[in-house]
Nanobody, 121 residues
């Protein structure tokens, strides 16, 4: 059974940094492209960042490029999202996703339950 469990979300202030983690179980991590998405209140889910199964080709949404960094630890089956210079508009539930076939914004095979990030002004 594949499980993705996000953690690290909390209330922070504008300009703060935060690191989200997503632990993956179920023996798919080494063969899966990984991504982070987010959904703000009243908004549609949007793509944030993706990283390939080998760790190459990080790909970012324009809104976060230069502030967020996605990385993965294939030994510990965990993907991270380092978020710097946070803004109130980054407030959202952040979801981790895995996909053994699709890439980038189309990563969708497995999903976590989400972790709330709130950025106060």
């Amino acid at each position: 059974q594949v499980q993705l469990v996000e953690s690290g979300g909390r209330l922070v202030h504008t300009g703060d940094s935060l690191r989200l983690s997503c632990a993956v179980s179920g023996r798919i991590f080494s063969t899966a492209n990984m991504a982070w998405f987010r959904r703000g209140s009243g908004k549609e889910r949007e793509f944030v960042a993706a990283i390939s199964k080998s760790g190459t080709g990080p790909y970012y949404a324009t809104s976060v490029e230069g502030r967020f960094t996605i990385s993965r630890d294939n030994f510990n089956n965990t993907v991270y999202l380092q978020m710097n210079s946070l803004k109130p508009e980054d407030t959202a539930v952040y979801y981790c996703a895995a996909d053994r076939t699709n890439w980038g914004t189309k990563i969708r095979e497995y999903w976590g339950q989400g972790t709330q990030v709130t950025v106060s002004s």
